[in-house]
């Protein structure tokens, strides 16, 4: 009987794992670089995204304080309005009886009509303060929904690359890459409008 031929089986299974580890070395960097890349992405949109929804506040608040002022010019104009109403209705009485009516009366009346103008000039003025505070602020709330969706992207890229490198499929890493790409495209949107 011929001798067996011995194969070495232990050499073969080590130069086979060392491939596997060099080979999966390699993939594990790739994640691990993207990875880096994706959170890095994820910071910066994240600071961006707070920054925006503070300012987009600040300008609400900006707003709702011109729209007090504008009521408070409103409620203002009003009672001069009421109180004209009331000195011309006392002139009117002056007059019924066949007697003229004091004269600062008539006075009072024209000078509560130029005050009317001018009031109603400042209500308006805090109207369009209002407006533009209110737009302003829209516009960065809408900007901070794209770094907000940005953010979420980048955190579910990050942890599929997670699981990739766990599960050292490529198919997940794949995933994590395309999910980051969309995060990347919504966190450059905001910036190109």
């Known amino acids: 009987m011929p001798e ?8 073969l299974h080590e130069a086979i794992h060392e491939e596997l580890e060099h080979e999966g070395g390699r993939f594990l960097r790739r994640i691990a670089l993207t990875t880096a890349v994706l959170a890095a992405f994820a910071a910066v949109a994240s600071l961006e995204a707070g920054s925006t929804v503070n300012e987009a506040l ?23 309005g009421i109180k004209a109403a009331v000195l011309e209705a006392s002139r ?10 004091p004269a600062e009366a008539e006075q009072t009346i024209a000078r509560y009509a130029i005050e ?17 505070a209110s737009a302003e602020a829209d516009h960065l709330l809408a900007r901070h929904r794209g770094f907000a969706y940005a953010v979420t992207l980048f955190q ?9 490198a766990l599960t050292r499929t490529q198919i997940v890493w794949v995933g994590s890459l395309l999910a980051g790409g969309v995060g990347i495209v919504l966190f450059l949107v905001p910036w190109l409008r």
């Open 156 to 164: 579910i890229a990050i942890a599929l690359g997670a699981i990739a």
């Open 58 to 80: 600040l300008l609400k608040t900006e707003a709702t304080r011109a729209q007090a002022e504008a009521s408070d010019q409103w409620a203002f104009y009003q009672a001069k």
């Open 4 to 11: 067996e031929l011995e194969v070495d089986t232990d050499k």
């Open 116 to 132: 009317q103008e001018d009031i109603q000039k400042q209500a308006h003025e805090r109207e369009q303060v209002r407006d533009d």
């Open 92 to 101: 009117s009485a002056w007059l019924a009886q066949g007697k003229d009516a």
